[in-house]
């Protein structure tokens, strides 16, 4: 059963690593390495926190287990210290102790959490950092990716060297420190999940107030169509920039291109930069390579390497990003006809959503006998709306626990947090199945709080994922690298949370697997009686700073266009975006006339060729009959002219020998024509 549970659980999160890095990233272009480190980061996360809730039920099943051995052991004394006297003992009654649904054997956990944390944080420390620099890099060879690696990450890796050696010698020299091997490695635990704490609940103050938000925002259509005119109009902004820099950086291209020639050493590095470029800048710069030039190192000065890996690096990020605004602007200018398409079916009479633009693909079975136009409109303009409601209501109050939970966690006696009476309540009836789903339910609600700030945010163009396959490979790694080092502190927050951890609780009871491995933070009292306890607290302040969203505005303060609904700003970028997509539709609109009216004349020219061949077969076979009664008579006149012709000589008008005619019709094995030369057409004048 064991087997069984942590098979499914396992491809499970494979499942659905696979499908986030297939909607994010481009499995058919990237490097295979990027999408294997991406794919494990992400399953091995997944794979913690699915496991979480089976690792509670299994340690709340064994605690039932010790407190009925100690029930027995100590009504056993008791009965042999009662067989001389006279007194009555009060017998306690064993507890029942079913297996939960998904018990996993003593031993087992313990070595899948060894494997699954120690191979998450050997990709997040060591080689997805690596593994970034090699993507990013222009090297044209591996050893020069590996090389641009190794220099790029040489700062990183040895300020961690330089601060564990420190640590490593204070140890050392210091009397009063008796470290041994475990608690060295607890220190390292310790130091990581400070690090990941600390960046988890700036994150997760942030989802825990945006996410409620963005749901019943979701349900008013008219702040959802000026928030997207808002996006048009700032993507077109960065569309024409990532146009206009492209173009320079083919410029450079062009340039390099006409003086390095194909005797170059360094041609091969320039055919590996042109196979980068869009097919359209491939065909321009094609075109000026067709005359062979031989290379002469005095007539110009040519880039040397160093300068093509750095074209090379401008050349990948320059095409990345144009291509991510493109497909970008298609979907957000279908987004916004379709919102536009909502607002006008609103007041519609007859209940049947009419699209602007309807597919071209054919509908499938879905779209015909369910999601027809009038199931369609009242989703769309009745039912979305209060669903998103709803929704927003239940997430707010799940946000509103967590948030008085991780300020209360510490309080044992009473118990304060909302998440611990709920599992203790759970427990005290051995409630396993009400255990796994209330464990799974909260610890995926700040999975989703932390990961969706971590797939919203954007550094620039420094880290940014972008769905549709638009991701590119330095954002994929990052993006494994903050989960790596995220999710292990936030489970951790969880078991706090729910009073799983004895050590920030203080209680006296079986430890979880996951526990056991990260080892006891006693080695450093000041972080586990004071940083881990109080620092969560810091989710209010974070939490009213974007209730108020002052993160917004000081964004807006220093020049980041934010969408705020009461700034001039937004509005004039809401009214560029409308302009924006007016003319859009527009122009999608007479692209679709054109071609209705070319289908529609290649429709009525078949239909005519059609009949006109129908007319032509009639006509041939009724011109075959009648031919086929004069074929004798035709034949026998032929023959009389025949022999007739063959006893005439042909005229010699040119006054050439019959000899030269013959020649001139076959001269190396081709037929010229019989007639005589241009010389003499006016000889008869």
Known sequence: M???VLGLDVCGCALLAFLLLRRYGDLAKQHRMVLLATLLSWCLCFIIVFTIPLDVSTTIYNQCVIDNHHVVSTTASRSNHTDNSSVLPTESVPKVCNKPWGYIPDGILPVFWRVVYWTSQFLTWLLIPFMQSYARSGAFSIS????????????????????????LIYVAVSPQWHLSWYDLRTIGITAANTWGLFLLVLLLGYGLVEIPRSCW??????????????????????????EENLEDVMEDIRGVNETIKYNHPLRKCIDTILKKCPVEYQEKLGRNMDDYEDFDD????????????????????????????????????????HLEDVAKNETSSAHQFIHSFPSSQPSGWFSKYIYTPSAEWYWECVLRRWCYRVLAVGLSLMSVAVVWSECTFFSTQPVLSLFAIFIQLAERQYNYLYIQVACFITIIFLCYCVYSTVFRIRVFNYYYLAPHHQTDAYSLQFSGMLFCRLTPPLCLNFLGVIHMDSIISHQQRQQTS??????????????????????????VLLCIATYFSLGTRCLNLLGFQQFMGESDLTSDLVDEGKELIRRERRKRQRSEDGENRRREWREKYETRSRNSYSELRENSTSNDHRRGHSLGRSHREQGDQSELLQDVEPLDFNGDDPQEVEDRRYV??????TSGSRTRIFDDV
Not at 218 to 233: E, P, Q, R
Not at 304 to 330: E, F
């Open 514 to 539: 996951y526990t056991s491995i990260m080892g006891s933070m006693r080695v450093l009292s000041f972080i586990a009686n004071g940083f881990y306890i109080y620092y969560p607290m810091l989710i």
């Open 144 to 167: 020069g990716k590996i090389k641009t690696a190794l220099i790029e990450n040489a700062i990183y890796y040895g300020t961690y060297l330089f601060i564990f050696c420190s640590l």
């Open 217 to 242: 925002l979701a349900s008013c259509h008219g702040h959802l169509l000026a928030k997207t005119y808002f996006k048009v109009a700032k993507l077109m902004t960065e569309k024409a920039d990532a």
């Open 2 to 4: 064991s087997a069984w």
């Open 298 to 337: 005095k007539r110009n000065p040519c880039p040397n390497k160093k300068s093509l890996v750095k074209l090379h690096k401008q050349v990948i990020y320059a095409v990345q990003r144009h291509n991510r605004t493109q497909v970008q602007w298609q979907i957000l200018l279908d987004e916004a006809f």
């Open 668 to 673: 190396g094995g081709r037929y010229l024509s």
